[in-house]
């Protein structure tokens, strides 16, 4: 195959391959399926270990990869030959865990109330000034509004600046969105921390800490699920899972904002955010 992956199978009749990528430092390897649809090219590329979290963009990278080579191929046929050809990629779905859906907006993630919830309205006020919208959850979200959706929304978008505080690393919906980020690739790049004083991240003990919370939500919903019946427990098993999730991913999100210079709170509001801006912006106008 000319992008590089194996053939593991042909199906003409249904107008699809099937290939696999090697395994490399970024995953496992990755599944890719090319489907023909009339004259609309679908491609979806997702990691073989169904677990992986990070993919450091490589499902997206596939995805690029194969409408290049498909591109260079229409490209040497004859003009006679070469036909109408749409190649687009698949959903964000599809793509599964690679890149995100490449969004204008900017969205902010971070934990209601207090320091955080005050730092974020002046954080609105900045941008506004700039004449950048920022998205958030309390203005975004309508009466009965799908919360979850909106969640994964903010995982997607090009531009996420998340004000992380011990509040946001102890807070379940917090932290799924941040795995959400973290999920669809390019998370350095997309993600912009605000880290609070009370963030405590810069040591590994420290670090812990957040790991034993998240141990201890799940000991103590577990017990409490040992008080009755196994029968309809829909919603209580997903929450279950989720802290699960939370805890085994925590110390490598926690390590990756630990690296970063995200600068500290006073070094941002003396500033009036000028650098936090300025990053959001270069991001909102650079070419993918």
């Known amino acids: 195959m000319e992008s590089g992956f194996t053939i593991e199978r042909e199906l003409p009749a249904e107008g699809r391959i099937e290939a696999s ?25 997702s990691c073989k270990v169904s677990t992986t979290v990070f993919d450091f963009g490589r499902n997206r990278q596939n995805v690029d990869a194969v409408f290049k080579a498909l591109e260079s191929s229409l490209a040497r ?64 979200l309508g009466y009965k509004a799908d919360i979850h959706a909106f969640m994964q929304r903010l995982g997607r978008g090009r531009c996420v600046i998340a004000v992380i505080g011990d509040k946001y690393l102890r807070s379940p919906h917090c932290m799924f969105e941040l795995m959400q980020v973290a999920a669809r690739g390019d998370f350095q790049d997309r993600v912009f921390p605000v880290l609070l004083d009370d963030a405590k991240i810069q040591r590994a003990a420290e670090r812990v800490r957040y790991v034993q919370h998240w141990e201890a939500q799940i000991r103590e919903l577990d017990e409490a ?31 990756i904002l630990r690296n970063m210079n995200t600068l500290s709170t ?3 509001s003396e500033t009036d955010f000028v650098a936090l801006v300025d990053a959001v912006s270069a991001r909102l106008t650079a070419r993918s």
């Open 21 to 45: 990528g090697g395994v490399n430092w970024k995953s496992f390897g990755e599944h890719i399926e090319l489907r023909v649809e009339g004259a609309t090219v679908h491609v979806r590329s």
């Open 77 to 140: 046929m004859p003009p006679d030959r070469s036909g109408s050809v749409e190649a687009t990629p698949s959903s964000p779905a599809d793509i599964a865990l690679g890149s995100a859906d490449a969004s204008p907006e900017v969205f902010v993630s971070y934990a209601w109330g207090g320091e955080s919830e005050a730092l974020v309205d002046r954080l609105e006020r900045v941008f506004a000034a700039r004449g950048i919208a920022v998205v958030r959850d309390k203005h975004a």
């Open 225 to 255: 699920l040992k008080t009755v019946s196994a029968a309809d427990l829909k919603g209580f098993r997903e929450e279950i899972d989720l802290y699960t999730e939370i805890r085994r991913t925590i110390a490598e999100l926690t390590a």
């Open 266 to 268: 006073q070094m941002h």
